[in-house]
C-alpha cells in the first residue's frame, strides 16, 4: 500500500517545505503579506539559505503552515557520495540548529519559564519521527540511532556529570508511527517527557516536497514544531509548544514527492512554455485564464485516473536516508556538544 | 545518483513492457502492421492476460523490439497482502511459464539441436539479474534466493537422481551488475554455461514501466531474451539465444517509472481532457496537430528541467520487491517441478 | 565489543531460565524448599511443558529469582522451518498466556484494584525489549512489528469500538535500549502507561541460556515481570508490577549462551563421565569433592584466560530470530483476540 | 539449522588457522618436521605476524594442510570501532598481499607460465565466497561489494586503459553457495576464468577458529588456495593452481568457532591447571597419560551430548563483518592500486 494523501476525494499538491508554498506564489518576485523571504549564502560556502518567516495570520493563511521560522538549506551535492561535502553540510546544520536553540531558549525566557542560561546545560530529547520499516519513512529513526545520547551518565555517574564536562543532557527516543503503536505520537512523547524533564525536543522527520530535484538534497528547520498532516507518515496531532509544552525545534528532510506534484509541475511548466512561444502563446493564456473551477477540472482529470495520492521516492532512497541520517546526527552532535 | 537513461541527450519514454509500446500507437484499437495482440481472461481468473506477437521485422522496428512472443499478466491486487491472490497468481504464471517452455523445446527440435524430449529433463539455468543492492533492481537475486535448485544433488547421488524422481535439474546464479563485477553479464553465464551445460536460461530482471499503475502488478513472460538497454540497470549486451547459445526466457516486473513518463503520460492526458470538452477542443487539437518538431520541443522543454533521466520506484518498494520475489520463484517451482 | 556480564571480577554462569537454574541444583530428582516443580505434555502435544513456582523467600534466594510462575515450553522443533510446528506452538503459547493473564487479572482483583471483568476488555500494552540493531537482541521488537495493535482503532472510531467486537485495546512499543535512549527502559513505560492507561504490560524479551540446545527452541513465561541482569542487554532497573503500577507478563527466549556457561557444563560433564568409568572414578570424585574454594578456583581458571563474560549465538541467528518474533506475535493474537 | 561437521560420526576439532594447528602440538615451543615458523612484528605496528611454512609432504602430513606458506596478523583491536586502527591493518595486510602476489607471480614464471612482468598489469578476479544471507558467512560477499573494479572500463574505453593508468585489471565475482546455485563453486569460476581470462584470483572466506578471541581479529594469507572442508561452509572442490589453472591467493578471518573446540580447550586447559597444582598435578597426568583411545572416548562422550557440531559465533557479528570486509578491501585496494 502506497502512502495516501490525507484528505481523499480532494487532490492536494502537498510539499511541507515553507520554501515550495512560497514559490508557488504568481509572481515569484512579489511580495506575500504577513510572510518575509530572504535567499543568502555564507561566505565560500556551497550551502544555499532561505529563511521563510511567516509573520501573522494573514500569512499563515496564505502558506498553510503556522507563523514561526522556516530555514531552508539548499545543498544540491548532498544526493552524492563526498564525505568531505557531508561534513560541511553538517557543520553548517549544527551552526543553524545552534542559533535556533538559542531564539527557543530566549523566547521561552520572555514568557518566564525556567530554561538553562547556557545552551549547553540544556536538556534535549531527540526523536526520530517516521516508520523504521519504510525506508523513504526512516530518516528520523536512523537519525536516533547515529546520535550519542548522554543521559544516563548524569545518572550512572551523578548529577552534574554532564555540566562538568559542558556536555548537554541528550536523550532520544523512536516513538513509532500509530499503525504499529496503537498510540498518537504526542502521547508517548508527552509521557516520555513528564518522567525524563527535557528543555526542548528536536524533532527528525521525513518530508514530501513538490520538486523531485529536492529529495534528499534540502533541510528544512523550523522552530514550529509538527502539525498534522506533515510528514511521510501522517501525524494526527501537533507536536508542539502547546501540545508538549516544552519547545520543538524541528529538522525534516524531503524524501518522497507526491506523483500530483509531478503532474502539477507539468502543467505549469507546460503552460509558461505555450506562452514564450509566439505560436502557442493563446494557448497558455488561455488554460492560465480559465475560470478557477474549469481550471481545477482540467488538472483534477489529468490527476485522478492514474494517481490518486500515490508517492515516489528514488530507487536509490537506501543509500540516500543511509547518508543522510549521519549527516543530520552529525549536525546536531556539532550544535550541542 | 538515480538511475540514469542510457541515450542521455535525448529524452526517451521508455517502458520495457511489449504491452505499453502497443498502447501508445495511436488510434488505439486499431491494427499495428506485424504485430498482433490477444486478450483474454482465463474462467474464473482474476489474472488479465495480454499477448502481443512481434511477427516480422515491421513490427520490430514499429515496436522497438525484437521478434517473438511477449505474454504479459495483469494482476492488481498483487500490491496487496493477499496470500491466496498470491499463490493464485503463482500458479497461473506457473502455467504460462510451463507453455512458453515447451515452445521454446520445439522450436530448438525443428532447427535439429539436442533437447530432452520431456520438460521433466530439462536443465534449467535461473538467472536472477540486477544489483541486489539497490531495491528496485534486487527483484532477480531475491528470486534466486528463493529458488530450490537441484543440479548438485545429481552431482551427489549420481547422473539420473533428478530424472528417476521426475525434477528438472534447475540451477542458479546471480551475475551482479557490471559496475560491481567489472565484467559484461553475458561473459559470466557464458563461462558457466559452457562449464555447466543448461539446456535452458530463465531469466528474471525488474523492468521500468510506463505507468505507475504497472509497479508490481504486472508480469512479462518473453522469448525473445534480454536486450541492451532493457531492464532497471541497462545491459549493454544481449542474453539471447545467438549470444548465450541456448534459450532464453525471460520473466520481468517493473518496479520503476522514469519521471519523463510521467510527464509525457500527463501531456497526452491533457491533449484529450482539452478535446473532449465542447470549449477547449480546440486546444487539444492545435497541440496534437502541432508538427512533430514542435511537439518534440514542447514535450522536451517540459522534460528538462527537473528530471533528465530520473526513475522513481513506490515507498514501499521493499515489500512489494520481497512479497512478487516469493510469487515469481514459486510460478518457477509450478512450472518445472 | 561482545554482551558483558554484569559483574565483573566474578564470574557467574548465568541463565534467565527458572528451568535451567532449577536443573543446577544438585540430586535432579530433589526437592528444593520453597520451590515447586511440575512437568507435563499436554495430549497429542509435541510441546513439552515445566511449571517452576518459587513459593517463598527461601526458594527466591536459592533460585536467585524472585517468587512467582515460570511456565517454560520447550519445543525441540522450533529450530527448525517447519510451518505447521511453529503454527502449533503458536496455539499452545497463546493457551498458556491466556491462562496466565486470567491468573494475573484475579490477582489484581483480590488486592481490590480496578480490573476489566472480562479478558476481551483488557487494555494492553505490548512491549518489545532489547536492541534492534543486534540481531540476537532483537527478538522483542520484531514480535512488536508483527503485532496488530487495536489502540487507535478505539480513538478512530469512538469509545467501545474493541469491546463492541469483543477486540482488546491492544497497543505496542519498542523502547530502546538505554545506550540508545539515554533514558532507562522503566522511565519511558511509566511515562506511556500514565498517559495511556493500559491493564497490563506484556513484555518479550531474548534471554541467556546455559545450554546451546535451548538456543531458540525454549519458550518462558512468566508472571513476575523482568528483573535486573536479566536479559540479553542487561536492564538497570525492573520492569515489575512494583515499578509500573500494573502486572507485568514477561515472555522471554533464550537466543545468547554464554561461553562461560559452556565451560561449566563440560566440567560437570566430565566429572559425571569419569565417576561412571570404573577406571577414573576415583578422579571425577576427586574434584567434586574439593573444597567448594578449590573447585571455584579451578573453574575460574578454566574461564578466565579464554572469555570473560563473552556470549555466543548460533551462526543462523537472523534466521531463528525472524521465525520465532511471528511464532510469539501470533501466541498473543491467539491470546487476545 | 546450524553450520554442521562435515563428518559427522567423528569429531574433530576443526580450525582453518594453520597458526592455530602448529600451536596445537604438544611442546609449543619445540620444532615440527617439515613445518616453519616465524613471529615478529613490524617497528612501531601494533599488528603481531606469522608465518607458518608446511615445507614438505610430512609437514603437511601433521598439519592436516597442503604445502605453502601461511601468514597470518593478529589485531586484536580490529574488534573496535577504532578507524585509524583499521586503516593501520589495511594498510599492512596490503603490503602483505602485493608480497605475496610477487612471490605468486615469480614461481608462474620459474614453470615459464605468462605472466605480466609488473604488478599494475596484472588481471585479477576478486572471488567472495560463502553465503551472503548468514551473517557470519557473508564477509566474501561483503568485501567484493566494496571493491572497486576496473575490467569493465578496460573494455568501454579500449584496451590498455588501465595500463596506461597502472590501474591493474580487477573484477569480481560472488559465486553463491552450492546449496543456492547447484553448482560447485569451482565450476562457475572455472567458466567464468575461461572467459575472462584473469592472472590470479584472490579468494575471500569466513574461517572456523578454534578460539573465540581470533574471532574477528586475525587475519590469515596463503598461497595454497581454497580447500575442502575449510571456510564457514564446507566446500567440496578446492579452488586452487591445480583446478583453477591459474594461481589462487586467499585470504581468510575467522567468524565462527566450533562449540566442539570449546570443550576441547577447556578440558585442555583444565589438565594443564590440575598438573600445575601440586595437590592435583596427579589427576592431570593421570588424564594426559590415559591410553589415546581412553582419552578420545572422554572427550567424545563430552562432546556428543550437547554439541556435535554446532558452531557459535559472537552476539555483534553483524558489525564485525561489516568493519572487517571494509578493512580487507582497502587492504585489496591498497596492494593492488
Known sequence: MMLKNGRSGEFEIRTDLALEERESF??????????????WR????RVKLTEVKILDERGAKAMGKPCGTYLTLEADQLAEQDEDYHAEVSEELGRHIRNLIGQLMKAEMK???????????????????????????????KVISHLQVTRHLEQQYG???????ELPVLSGIVPGVMAQTGMETAEILKGVIRETRPDLVIA???LAARSIRRLGTTIQ???????????????????????LGIPVLAIGVPTVVGAAAIVHDTVNTMIQTLNSSMSTKGM????????????YDLIRELLEPEFGGLYVTPPNIDEMV?????TISEGIHEAVF
Do not use: W, Y
Open 111 to 141: 514568557e518566564d519559564r525556567a530554561m538553562p542560561e547556557e545552551p549547553g546545560n540544556l536538556k534535549i530529547l531527540a526523536v526520530g519521527l517516521g516508520n523504521a520499516s519504510v525506508t523513504p519513512d526512516a530518516l528520523g529513526p
Open 322 to 326: 543511509g547518508r543522510l541520517s549521519f
Open 159 to 165: 548529577n552534574g556529570f554532564c555540566r562538568k564536562r
Open 204 to 206: 527528525i522527520d521525513a
Open 42 to 45: 555564507e561566505e565560500t560556502s
Open 284 to 295: 497558455g493564456e488561455f488554460i492560465r485564464d480559465m475560470a478557477p473551477d474549469e481550471q
Open 26 to 39: 504568481p509572481g515569484d518576485g512579489g511580495e506575500v503579506s504577513g510572510v518575509s523571504l530572504r535567499e
Open 221 to 243: 528547520l523550523t522552530d514550529t514544531g509538527i502539525h498534522p498532516g506533515s510528514g511521510v507518515g501522517n501525524h494526527r496531532h501537533s507536536l508542539t509548544r502547546e501540545s
